[in-house]
């Protein structure tokens, strides 16, 4: 099982930035997948941006590329999302998750870090 941390979330104006951090331990990750997800209020959770851990594959919501960066630190055994010119509709939980890459789901889950984006 991988433990999943995340933290950097707050309020940020729009067009303003913010890095979330997910701090990953546990029995080894290196073949996992790892993501961000998000949940608006009275909405589904949504995928954000996912990397693979070894390789770092990247694949990103369409609503994010181009303002959103998913990236991992091999050392720190942590997963980065460098958030810029964020909108309001940005405003959500967001999550940390990791699968093993030889299964369908998601099985690792973190609490969860608010962002709010403001005008």
């Known amino acids: 099982q991988v433990q999943l941390v995340e933290s950097g979330g707050g309020l940020v104006q729009t067009g303003g930035s913010l890095r979330l951090s997910c701090a990953v331990s546990g029995r080894t990750f290196s073949s996992h997948l790892m993501a961000w997800f998000r949940q608006a209020p009275g909405k589904e959770r949504e995928f954000v941006a996912s990397m693979t851990w070894i390789g770092g594959s990247t694949v990103y919501a369409d609503s994010v590329k181009g303002r959103f960066t998913i990236s991992r630190d091999n050392a720190k055994n942590t997963l980065y999302l460098q958030m810029n010119t964020l909108k309001l509709e940005d405003t959500a939980v967001y999550y940390c998750?990791?699968?093993?890459?030889?299964?369908?789901?998601?099985?690792?889950w973190g609490r969860g870090t608010q962002v709010t984006v403001s005008s």
């Open positions: 998750a990791a699968r093993r890459l030889v299964e369908p789901a998601f099985g690792s």
